[in-house]
């Protein structure tokens, strides 16, 4: 744990990067955000498991409340190698821009379907996820339209011997669809991270993500801390 405590600060030295526009106004580029969230998850049997999710976001150089949310997600294994999920998440987000601020209400569905195979001493994962967002209380007359993102990611994880920090590495890209909105890819991350698993008591997990919007004039490169804990409870069996 020696190793992860100086990346750890090597990350949250990262600065905040500002942009000269033409016509002389400074646009902030780049953030450094801050995720925490505690798992809960219900394994039913081999192919189903439940889970439920509480997570902090932290922005502007994680000193402010970004978002939090409630997540409850179910996946299902068709088979050794092809799985799916469904999740539902009731998300307050803070709007600190315009005239009018603070905490939104949202909420947003998620559909996968995945496939995952071993090759040697790696796990490699190939996910598909389609999401649906919508803020609560405004109208499509409002100007509320569905905020919908199709998903593709693709992780891999390596198996060292003798070793409990495994690590992790996975890329996404994110394809934007909305009413009234510019269409098209919008943001791709890459994320390197790790798990420590505790006898009886879970896991916990750190990462490093790195988020940066395409297709627009001033992109915003968006460096993430996140540390994650999860619980797997199982089902006993009968004797």
């Known amino acids: 744990m020696k190793n992860m405590k100086y990346i750890i600060i090597l990350l949250s030295v990262i600065y905040t990067h500002s942009a000269f526009a033409q016509n002389g106004e400074y646009i902030t580029v780049r953030d ?48 050794k190698h092809v799985f799916g999920g469904i999740g539902f998440r009731y998300i307050r987000q803070n709007d600190n821009v315009g005239k009018i601020q603070g905490f939104e209400n949202h909420t947003r569905f998620h559909f996968d379907l995945g496939y995952s195979h071993n090759l040697q001493r790696f796990s490699l994962e190939y996910r598909l996820r389609f999401q649906t967002k919508n803020e609560l209380g405004i109208s499509k007359e409002e100007g509320d339209h569905a905020n ?85 409870l199982k089902r006993k069996k009968k004797d």
């Open 148 to 232: 919908n993102h199709l998903r593709l990611k693709v992780a891999a994880g390596y198996n060292i011997k003798k070793w409990k920090l495994d690590p992790e590495f996975s890329a996404e890209i994110f394809r934007h669809y909305e009413k009234g909105e510019q269409n098209g890819f919008n943001k791709f991350r890459f994320t390197i991270g790790t798990k420590y698993k505790m006898k009886s008591f879970g896991k916990i997990g750190v990462f490093y993500r790195m988020e940066k919007e395409l297709n627009v004039n001033y992109p915003m490169t968006t460096n993430i801390i996140g540390f994650k804990y999860t619980y797997t």
């Open 32 to 79: 450094l955000e801050s995720w925490g969230s505690l798992n809960l998850k219900y394994k039913i049997s081999k192919k189903w498991r439940i889970g439920l999710e509480e997570q902090f976001r932290f922005s502007n150089n994680s000193s402010e409340i970004d978002s939090y949310f409630t997540e409850l997600s179910t996946d299902y294994n068709f088979s």
